[in-house]
């Protein structure tokens, strides 16, 4: 046994840590997700099937390559406090586990061929700063490093604050996040295909004002990923 796994070990007896899903101990190997609740997540599999319901949602909005979510969120899944301790109680690195285990299982399948730049959606400045990360780059950085593929957080800005979108109706939550994206710098993704990475996929109002500002910007094509489907 390493003296790093010997150290590890020791912490392990003094801070047990805890499956995020079922609450349950976890073994030297897992991380966040214990075997049990990694086999059991309700698995999209939407890399597999082509015009899946992601898809869909962009059809006659923006051009989209391939589409796709890890896991269903539904209200009152065990599974939601995944996204839950990544985005409300600071643990960042559940975003990098999950974007690995992601990217590991979609890479045979040729998901992520072809693709030149991992965009997070970016978060507003303030927001950035008052949750101290902006937990889809963390998820992207997870696919990058399984899949070579760099992250670029340069390329495309928030530039509108809007945070409370949970009471409007679908129609204003599209019409809401229009403009809300910048491209600032388009040479850098020109003629290239984006990946777009995002914690939830809600109503897509999001992804798709994001894909709009690099597609009417510059010549790309767009993909998109997300961690969690609602
Ligand atoms: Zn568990």
Known sequence: MSIKSCIDAFFNLLFPRSCVVCGGCLVRGEEYVCTVCNSRMPRTNYHLLPDNEIEKRFWGKSRVERATSYFFYTKGSDYRHILYQLKYKGS??????????MAK?????????GIDFIVPVPLHPKKKKSRGYNQSEWIALGISHVTGIPVDTETLIRVVANNTQTRKSVFERWENVQHVFQVVCPENIKGKHVLIVDDVLTTGATILSCATALTKSTNVKVSIIALAVA
Do not use: D, H, P, T
């Open 92 to 101: 960042k690195e559940i975003g990098e586990v999950m974007g690995r285990y």
């Open 105 to 113: 299982e979609l890479l045979s399948s040729g998901f992520f061929q």
